[in-house]
């Protein structure tokens, strides 16, 4: 018996790159492999899911043919798109063209942090921003330098990033973020492959969407992938009181809330995260993305 990682669907059948010789092999579910057994964690009761690109498979080999056995616990997984045991996002907006969208940005972090993903904000086109432009942004992008990890790279220039290559030995890491941005680009710089980029639509100042299908590849000692779709992700399954628990600059302080762990942080009194908003401590689209957020959330 084998053992190795899920880097791409080929319908019928994987690409399977083993994870100790490091060759790679085409295997098919053995069975009824091509589904497998998962419980429902509210009604426990089984149900199937799909082998996803990043699961770790045990795998035979039979008459010069592989055939996938096992599939091992996933540490997490995302549905769209369909990858499993991710240790890192590279989480990639720019500066400018399109300018930073930073309730998106804020959904983001969200999302991955319900799911214990390490996350790296990536900011592109630096070069590319005016001292005008940056001067206005500027205090936001301060404020998230304080509580998550941001790299600024010109994507077009390879000694840029070099910072960004260290984080990737030894991790599965995926690419997503705001469309237009780049991602393309700097995966192309990363792994020396040609993916299709598009430059964006003056006209609408739109990124136009260019990667249609996950793929993992052998990077740097590690593994990396661009994720389409990524951005339609929804904040499903989190209620209101939950989606607070994923901000790190409110929780250091929402104890001190008359209300403690039970204050929603909208429209209560003696509010610590509403006190430090109305004193600038906590930017004004932070805050009011936090607000916006919570009230077209439909799991009340």
């Known amino acids: 018996m084998y053992k190795g990682i899920i880097i791409k669907n080929l319908i019928t059948k994987y690409v399977v790159i083993d994870l100790l010789q490091k060759n790679t092999i085409i295997a098919q579910p053995k069975g009824k492999m091509e589904n497998f057994n998962k419980k429902n964690k509210t009604t426990k009761s089984l149900y199937h899911c799909p082998i996803k690109i990043g699961d770790v498979v045990e795998y035979e080999s039979k008459q010069n043919k592989f055939f996938i056995i096992n599939v091992q616990k996933r540490k997490n997984e995302l549905e769209r798109p369909n990858i499993a045991n991710i240790d890192q996002v590279l989480l ?9 969208d930073f309730k998106l940005l804020d959904k983001f972090l969200i999302i991955l942090q319900k799911l214990n993903i390490k996350i790296i904000l990536i900011l592109t086109k630096k070069d590319l921003i005016t001292k005008e432009e940056l001067k206005c942004i500027q205090p936001q992008l301060s404020y998230y330098e304080k509580w998550y ?22 991790r599965t890491t995926i690419l997503a973020g705001q469309t237009g941005v780049g991602k393309s680009t700097l995966f192309n710089n990363l792994t020396s492959l040609n993916v299709k980029t598009q430059s964006i639509s003056m006209h609408s100042l739109k990124g136009k969407h260019t990667t249609t299908s996950s793929q993992l590849y052998m990077c740097h000692q590690g593994y990396l992938a661009d994720t389409p779709g990524f951005s339609k992700l929804k904040l499903s399954n ?60 439909k799991n009340k």
């Open 92 to 100: 990639i907006f720019s500066l400018t063209e399109p300018t930073i």
């Open 238 to 297: 989190l209620k209101n009181h939950e989606i607070k628990n994923f901000y790190p600059d409110f929780c250091s302080i929402s104890e001190q809330c008359f209300f403690g762990n039970n204050c929603l942080h909208i429209e209560e009194k003696q509010c610590k995260i509403i006190e430090n908003y109305q004193k600038g401590l906590i930017t004004k689209s932070r805050y009011l993305n936090y607000v916006s957020l919570v009230r077209q959330n």
């Open 149 to 170: 990890s941001v790299i600024y790279i010109n994507a077009k220039q390879k000694n840029t990033i070099n910072s960004i290559i260290k984080t990737l030995k030894n």
